[in-house]
């Protein structure tokens, strides 16, 4: 059983900065790439940004020069720094990851999601 638990989403005005975390848990050999996607009211799900094992990190051009995703492999651990918040960043946030378990080889796995709201 793996679990992905994103905390961190909160109410922020725009031009202010939220940093969001991913923890993940259970029976873990390996964690490959993991994600973060948002999903608007009524948008469909969006990729923000991913990063491999290795820390090599690739963003969607929305978000390019505002957000900042890393990881700390050895807490299983994925994080995104997001600054200069706009109200279009308002969204359900969810951690995604490739995660090689004991008893299930490799699979995708995701979180439940924090919100993150961007208004005056």
């Known amino acids: 059983q793996v679990q992905l638990v994103e905390s961190g989403g909160g109410l922020v005005q725009p031009g202010g900065s939220l940093r969001l975390s991913c923890v993940a848990s259970g029976s873990i050999r390996s964690i490959n790439d993991m994600y973060w996607y948002r999903q608007a009211p009524g948008k469909e799900r969006e990729l923000v940004a991913g990063?491999?094992?290795?820390?090599?990190?690739n963003y969607a051009e929305s978000v390019k020069g505002r957000v900042t995703i890393s990881r700390d492999n050895a807490k299983n651990t994925l994080y995104l720094q997001m600054n200069s918040l706009k109200p279009e960043d308002t969204a359900v946030y969810y951690c995604n990851a490739s995660i090689v378990t004991r008893f299930f080889g490799q699979m995708y796995y995701r979180g439940q999601g924090t919100q993150v709201t961007v208004s005056s």
């Open positions: 990063i491999t094992r290795d820390g090599n990190p």
